[in-house]
Nanobody, 124 residues
Framework: QVQVVESGGGLVQPGGSLTLSCVPS????????MTWNRQAPGKQRELVAL???????SYEAIAKGRFTISRDIAKNTVYLQMNSLKPEDTGVYYC??????????????????WGQGTQVTVSS
C-alpha cells in the first residue's frame, strides 16, 4: 500500500501564493505520471495538473497560468506552486500517480489510495 503525504497548505489571502509538496512512499523516478488534484467543499475531486514521466506538464483550465507542477526526483517530491490564488481555489489538495506510457503518455485512472491531502483556504 503506497502512502502519500501532502503538505504545504494553509490559509492565504486572495492573490497570495502557496507551494504544496507531495512525498510518496515509493520512488517516483521516471516511472510515474504524477498528478495534483483538489476537492472543493461539496464538489467532486478534480484533476488540477500533472507531470509525465518525461517531465511534460499539463494543466486543467482552473490552473493554467497560475499553477506550476514540478518534481525533484532526487528528493522524491512533487510540488504544486500556486500563485494568484482565488477563493474558489479553496479545497483539499491531493497528489496521486498514474501509469505512464513512454515519456508522455499516461493512463486515466489513479493508481494509489488517496492520502489525507492538505487543506488550502483562500479567504480575506
Amino acid at each position: 500500500q503506497v502512502q502519500v503525504v501532502e503538505s504545504g497548505g494553509g490559509l492565504v489571502q486572495p492573490g497570495g501564493s502557496l507551494t504544496l509538496s507531495c512525498v510518496p512512499s515509493v520512488t517516483i523516478g521516471s516511472t510515474y505520471t504524477m498528478t495534483w488534484n483538489r476537492q472543493a467543499p461539496g464538489k467532486q475531486r478534480e484533476l488540477v495538473a500533472l507531470i509525465t514521466s518525461g517531465g511534460i506538464t499539463s494543466y486543467e483550465a482552473i490552473a493554467k497560468g497560475r499553477f506550476t507542477i514540478s518534481r525533484d526526483i532526487a528528493k522524491n517530491t512533487v510540488y504544486l506552486q500556486m500563485n494568484s490564488l482565488k477563493p474558489e481555489d479553496t479545497g483539499v489538495y491531493y497528489c496521486n500517480a498514474r501509469k505512464s506510457y513512454g515519456s508522455s503518455g499516461y493512463a486515466t485512472g489513479d493508481l494509489w489510495s488517496w492520502g489525507q491531502g492538505t487543506q488550502v483556504t483562500v479567504s480575506s
